[in-house]
């Protein structure tokens, strides 16, 4: 509920509005009152603005006052702004009343009439003229009214039932104005939340960085005010990313007016000490001790408690500014010298600290200083280390900033640049730094990090991989780097090279990749070694791979670094190892949302969304998958939705929508227009589970083998694998015997099962498919009781569902009905419509009733779904403990099920499950 007029300081109001809204509607039938309270600059005006717009769209005559407008020293001064719009209804008041409101107001000279005649005049002119028409006063700034004006107020208030006269006024929050005393219905006007705050920034600034948005939320702390006046402060290249932003954020004027006369009362060992808490950053009163040298440093700071500039705990030991914009004023009111002077102070106290050291050296300098720039290189390494890449960003920025050689600023302004575009999700600083690094330095083709940056500027612009590609190959041709392993420029570019060729979807491209991957001395870094040879191909993979994958899973806790993080869950996608990646991925997924590693945090959210769609998570996949998409809209990076288009396609057609067609096209056109037709194939995967679940084995086949034609496994097409299981079925179904019988076999030769359960489920039930007779039902056995195999509960119940039809048309229909109802239970849990109408047709056909009987044939009760899963399990002897492992309940919970199944089957024990199922 926005108000048109006024759209960006009312985002994130919707509750203020809707109770506004109330308030507006009783005013006008019965009269109403009502007082908004907060900090400054939390947007009471702009309410107070949008009710009064509202109020005359709905025919209401709005009266108002503000401190802008009247005289707070003269009494009855705000009472004579708010009624002059009714003077010409003075006169229809009685003498007495007449004579009373013009000697108050100052329109007659003479004395002034008691107070009550006043009052009882006030209230008879608006009674008798919402009569006429509603009112609405609104009054802002009542700290500022004259106490008389107030007390009318007040006494109005109280009194406005029935007289269709609404009267609303803010103060702020503390303020011990006459309507908080009253009791009279308050709104506490508070702080928006960070969402609200962000959309608020962005539609304001559309232009601005991502990380640069991250720190100004932090910075404003919900205040709208600091939201909208601190963008304005900061120049071009700080609002893209480009420019580092200062400790303390410059304020406009104003919003300096607020505070800085506040500031300018303040003693000069007051501001000192303010200045130096401002620079240090966390508020740590032992720093300002240290710094500061002096023993009354509690005796300086106490005038700035005084004014409510800060809190100080003593506690803690923390010194708190108690709004966001004091800071800012704080530093504004300095000079360059002195603020130099307090960087080099506070350098001096970090000695043990080389990060914090480095930064304020480079505060502290005004010219370039190659031993700063070092160091502050150093710190982004050792930023980018803990996962910290906006960190990372901005001190190479700075770094490049106070760097005297060219070629030195050159390598870290590419270095920024690819931290930009690869992690931090920053294309547009990404794009900025890339032009000033052609400006100042040597061809793009030197730098294999602004090689790799402008690689995916490209894809992610008008660009297309073929581009990306031939830049990398060239770069990474040229550059004289003597194939140095340990060159971080050289491999990074390698490990994006791998990515293009991947999305390329080209067998060619793939040989210089690994050329200079084998050229490395003395030898390829592990998990550039690892990824190059699972992820482009991973039937092609050993379980060797799997086991050394495996291992660096296990210690993926032990890095930091956001790049190495998404290349190892990109490595696990098609071994099905996603699933001990989650924690690192969230890590990934809450840094995107603070507005930290946002490149990086679409990839973990890719993956995720996989691994819930694999494990039957879809819920929660849809919600990653909508989440990825605006990510990704917001931040620039139209290329990698098509991620998420993947997952959108993949859940319509397993639920059977027919968004599925919609969702694969939308892949196409994103993939296809950049010639990443690698990644376009992908979405024959969609189509061909959309065609198996409607029965359309035709085009089913015809999708499933575009990824991979019979017979193979396509070289470098690891999402073959995905729909190899599709291909066999419906090769089955289409008469193509010999097809499917040449899929089945080049999956097993490949080793398909030693990669991952996942994969011996889908091996085993395509070599069920071709086999005959009893060999076939021995398959399909090993299939869904292998280890694992329930873990994929849409798979494991596709493979039941085969399973039981092969029981029905051998005539075993007692154990094809229990195949079939668990497939059917699995199917229903999941959503998975048009495979659970197949499996309630199989039903159908082996003489089962849906409705579940007892033993003796007289209904009892129908179970539920999960019921029913739980009692087939039970009856194939699993445990209760086992039960629960794979529906992810209790053992507790699991028992107290079968308690309530057992009267409903008519049945006493585990052992007359089997039989009870069966009839």
């Not at 709208?224 to 406009?252: F, I, K, N, S, Y």
């Not at 603020?339 to 600290?353: C, G, I, K, N, Y």
């Not at 696990?572 to 996603?578: Q, T």
Request: aromatic share 6%.
């Amino acid at each position: 509920m926005e108000d048109p007029t006024f759209p960006l300081p009312l985002v994130g109001r919707h509750e203020e509005l809707r109770r506004l809204d109330i308030f507006l509607q009783r005013a006008q039938e019965v009269g109403d009152s009502l007082f908004l309270y907060g900090e400054p600059g939390v947007g009471k005006t702009r309410l107070l603005e949008a009710t009064a717009e509202r109020a005359r769209t709905r025919g209401v005559r709005v009266l108002r006052a503000t401190s802008t407008q009247y005289r707070a020293d003269v009494s009855y001064g705000m009472l004579a702004e708010l009624l002059h719009p009714l003077a010409p209804q003075f006169a229809e008041l009685d003498d007495v009343l007449h004579d009373a409101l013009l000697a108050a107001l100052g329109k007659r000279t003479g004395p002034v009439p008691p107070r009550l005649v006043i009052l009882n005049a006030c209230l008879t002119l608006l009674r008798r003229q919402s009569e006429r028409e509603p009112l609405l006063l609104v009054v802002d700034d009542m700290p500022w009214t004259d106490d008389p004006s107030a007390v009318a107020l007040g006494f109005v208030a109280r009194r406005l039932a029935g007289s269709r006269v609404g009267l609303i006024t803010a103060s702020r929050t503390g303020e011990r104005d006459h309507f908080e005393r009253s009791g009279l219905p308050g709104l506490h006007i508070k702080p928006i939340d960070e969402r609200a705050s962000a959309e608020l920034l962005h539609a304001a600034f559309p232009d601005i960085a991502p990380s640069v948005r991250h720190r100004l939320v932090a910075e404003a702390r919900g205040n709208p005010l600091a939201l909208l006046e601190l963008p304005v402060a900061l120049d071009p290249d700080q609002l893209t990313g480009v420019g580092v932003l200062p400790d303390a954020l410059p304020l406009t004027r104003h919003v300096e007016s607020v505070f800085a006369a506040r500031i300018a009362l303040l003693p000069a060992e007051t501001r000192e000490a303010l200045l130096i808490l401002t620079e240090e950053g966390t508020g740590d009163l032992r720093v300002l001790q240290r710094a500061a040298g002096a023993e009354r440093v509690l005796d300086h700071l106490a005038p700035a408690e005084s004014a409510k500039l800060i809190k100080v705990d003593l506690a803690s030991r923390q010194v708190e500014f108690r709004h966001p914009l004091v800071r800012s004023a704080v530093v504004e009111s300095a000079g360059d010298a002195e603020l130099r002077r307090t960087h080099r102070l506070l350098a001096d106290q970090f000695t043990d600290d080389p990060e914090r050291r480095a930064w304020h050296l480079a505060e502290a300098t005004s010219v370039a200083d190659e031993s700063v720039a070092a160091l502050l290189e150093e710190a982004a390494r050792s930023k980018l280390h803990r996962g910290d890449a906006n960190g990372a960003l901005a001190a190479l920025v700075r770094a490049a900033q106070v760097t005297a050689r060219a070629d030195n600023r050159c390598r870290r302004l590419a270095e920024a640049s690819y931290l930009a575009a690869h992690i931090t999700g920053d294309l547009g600083t990404a794009t900025r730094l890339l032009s000033e690094l052609r400006a100042i330095g040597p061809r793009l083709g030197g730098s294999l990090y602004a090689a790799a940056a402008a690689a995916y500027v490209l894809i992610n612009g008008d660009g297309d991989v073929e581009a990306a590609h031939e830049l990398l190959v060239e770069a990474i041709e040229q550059d004289h780097h003597g194939y140095q392993a340990d060159r971080a420029d050289l491999v990074e570019a390698l490990h994006t090279l791998l990515m293009i060729c991947w999305f390329a979807g080209r067998e060619d491209y793939w040989q210089p990749l690994y050329a200079a991957i084998d050229r490395l001395r003395p030898r390829p870094p592990e998990l550039l070694q690892l990824v190059s040879g699972i992820l482009p191909d991973t039937a092609r993979a050993s379980s060797a791979d799997r086991r050394r994958l495996t291992e660096l899973i296990d210690r993926q806790s032990e890095w930091s670094a956001p790049q190495d993080l998404v290349r190892v869950h990109a490595a696990a996608i098609y071994l099905d190892l996603l699933g001990g990646c989650r924690t690192q991925a969230w890590r990934l997924v809450e840094s995107a949302r603070a507005g930290g590693a946002v490149r990086s945090g679409l990839s973990a959210l890719l993956h995720l969304g996989l691994d819930d769609f694999a494990v039957g998570r879809w819920e929660d996949a849809e919600q990653l998958a909508d989440e990825g998409l605006t990510l990704a809209a917001d931040n620039g990076y139209t290329f990698a939705s098509w991620f998420f288009h993947l997952h959108k396609a993949l859940l319509a057609a397993v639920r059977g929508d027919t968004d599925a067609d919609r969702w694969a096209d939308e892949l196409v056109r994103i993939t296809s227009s950049r010639k990443a037709h690698g990644a376009a194939r992908t979405a024959y995967h969609p189509r061909a589970l959309a065609a198996s679940g409607r029965g359309d084995w035709e085009a089913a086949y015809q999708h499933a083998s575009r990824l991979s034609p019979a017979g193979q496994l396509a070289p470098f097409t690891s999402h073959a694998l995905w729909v190899a299981l599709d291909l066999v079925e419906a090769a089955v179904r289409t008469g193509r015997t010999a097809e499917a019988e040449a899929h089945a076999r080049a999956m097993r030769e490949a080793g398909l099962p030693d990669l991952s359960p996942r994969l011996t489920l889908f091996t085993l039930a395509a070599e069920a498919l071709v086999s005959p007779g009893e060999e076939a039902l021995l398959l399909f056995n090993r299939a869904v009781t292998a280890p694992g195999a329930h873990h994929w509960p849409f798979d494991h119940a596709r493979v039941l569902l085969l399973y039981g039809e092969r029981l029905r048309r051998v005539g075993d229909l007692a154990e094809a009905r229990a195949r079939l109802s668990t497939a059917l239970t699995i199917f229903q849990r999941l959503g998975a419509t048009p495979w659970a109408n197949r499996a309630s047709a199989e039903l159908r056909a082996t003489g089962r009733s849906l409705a579940l009987q007892t033993a003796e044939g007289a209904r009892t009760g129908n179970l539920t779904a999960q019921e029913v899963e739980i009692a087939m399990l039970a009856a194939e002897g699993l445990t209760n403990k086992q039960i629960g492992e794979r529906l992810f309940l209790s053992h507790r919970t699991v028992g107290t099920h079968l308690y309530r199944i057992f009267p409903k089957l008519g049945i006493t024990s585990r052992a007359a499950l089997r039989d009870a199922l069966s009839q």
